[in-house]
């Protein structure tokens, strides 16, 4: 799922492609997005974008004509309009010629061109969203890279609330305190801090102040520190020290991956091969990984702590392997994305056995024809044996003399034994 510093590239993208770029006409959705219409059409505007934690906004103001006696037309847009932007699990936007317009772009703007190219947002699992004259979420806290100072306030002064009863990697998931963290996220930042992902979040966070003890710009180390040096906790509290400053690492850490470019963000190239040498405990192999009380898997090293839900298990392991499959499903197609693999198998190998049902039938056919022949030759040496001793009965009693019983017939006629 694209986190907060995706988000961010999502708007530097759109900033960078867009500079100079005129649109025209209205927006279009796509047929199947059951997302609203976006009510806004003009002769000619401008697009900008901007980021917060994981949010995009695009504003979309119209350009005004140099012409003072130039009258606006009806149903022409006047005035500005945001649209806000979730990005879902695979949300992203492209800027293509029009007759390359990928297949799961849901939501279109057309530039004043010849030939026209088109900025869209494509999301091939449909789990995304927008809102026309939308505003940031109302509850989600300050963005954990731009807002930084807004954010460790926010965090600090609600240790009390109950949201903070909860294992620190579950909390840090929790947008009303941490927006822009995501799974790999949480998973690196503890692992840094060789925090235990199940431990009390307020035991991790008390003592924390709204003010930055460390220099913000000093860049973090990015070491891998020794399983041994892991925190104790006692008394229910974690020993910390200044450097182990779990607020400071939820803003530097995305900021490094803001600086990496992100998972590869370019759209057109997406390449992983930076980001996946970039971490050191999400998908690595030797970490351990657990589902949380929310069903979410997090990656660790080490005990998990004392909050670890009862009977978890780990969830099998999956190869990061870059898909091709087609995820925009239709009504029509839910039930064939909840078949498992081996389902999948089965259909396939029964499509096979059909494309090859005109050879087997022949072969049948003709084991069915053998079978019959042998049947036949079967039955006629089990007859035959029979009309053979009948005949030498009969030879042995008419030499024999033996009278048999009853009237015999004879060319027509019945004569009795006697001859009378």
């Known amino acids: ?99 390359e317009l990928p297949k799961h772009a849901h ?61 620190i990697c579950e909390v840090l998931l929790n ?29 991790v966070l008390e003592g924390l102040t709204t003010e930055d003890l460390c220099d913000n710009m000093k860049p973090v180390k990015n070491e891998t520190a020794d399983t041994k040096t892991t925190p104790q906790i006692k008394k229910g509290k974690a020993v910390k020290q200044e450097a182990d400053d779990l607020l400071r690492l939820c803003h530097t850490v995305p900021l490094e991956v803001v600086k990496m470019g992100g998972k590869g963000y370019d759209p057109e190239k997406a390449d992983y091969s930076a980001f996946e040498a970039w971490l050191q405990c999400y998908y690595v192999d030797g970490m351990k990984s657990l589902r949380d009380h929310n069903g979410r898997t997090v990656w660790f090293r080490g005990d998990p702590g004392p909050m670890a ?31 498992s693999e081996n389902t999948v198998k089965k259909r396939l190998i029964k499509e096979e056995r059909v494309a090859k049902t005109p050879q087997k039938e022949k072969t049948a056919n003709r084991k069915e024809t053998g079978s019959k022949r042998r049947k036949a030759e079967k039955a006629r040496e089990m007859s035959t044996p029979q009309r053979e001793t009948r005949s030498k009965a009969c030879r042995r009693k008419s030499s024999s003399g033996e009278p048999t019983a009853g009237p015999q017939k004879r060319n027509g006629r019945v004569t009795r034994k006697d001859g009378k």
């Not at 939501?107 to 927008?130: H, I, M, Q, Y």
């Not at 298990?313 to 009504?331: C, F, G, L, M």
């Open 175 to 203: 947008q009303k305190y941490f927006n822009g963290i995501g799974n790999y996220l949480r998973a690196e930042i503890l692992f840094r801090l060789n925090i235990p992902p199940f431990v009390p979040a307020r035991d």
């Open 1 to 99: 799922m694209p986190e907060g510093p995706e988000l961010h590239l999502a708007s530097l993208f759109v900033n960078k492609m867009c500079e100079g770029v005129v649109f025209t006409g209205p927006v279009r959705k796509s047929e199947v997005s059951k997302n609203p219409d976006v009510p806004f059409t003009c002769d000619a505007y401008i697009i900008t974008a901007t980021s917060r934690g994981k949010e995009v906004k695009l504003t979309l103001t119209p350009m005004k004509s140099d012409d003072p006696k130039q009258r606006v037309k009806a149903g022409q847009a006047v005035e500005p309009m945001d649209i806000v932007f979730r990005f879902g699990m695979s949300g992203f936007f492209r800027f293509t010629a029009e007759d």
């Open 309 to 339: 839900p009862k009977n978890s298990k780990s969830p099998k392991a999956k190869k990061r392997v870059k898909k091709e499959e087609d995820h925009d499903y239709t009504d029509k197609k839910k039930v064939a994305r909840s078949r």
């Open 107 to 167: 939501l279109r703007f057309f530039s004043k061109e010849n030939p026209c190219r088109v900025l869209s947002f494509v999301d091939a699992r449909r789990f995304g969203s927008w809102h026309p004259n939308g505003t940031w979420q109302a509850d989600r806290g300050p963005c954990i890279m731009f807002e930084y100072k807004s954010f460790r306030e926010n965090v600090v002064s609600h240790l009390s609330d109950r949201a903070f009863d909860r294992p």
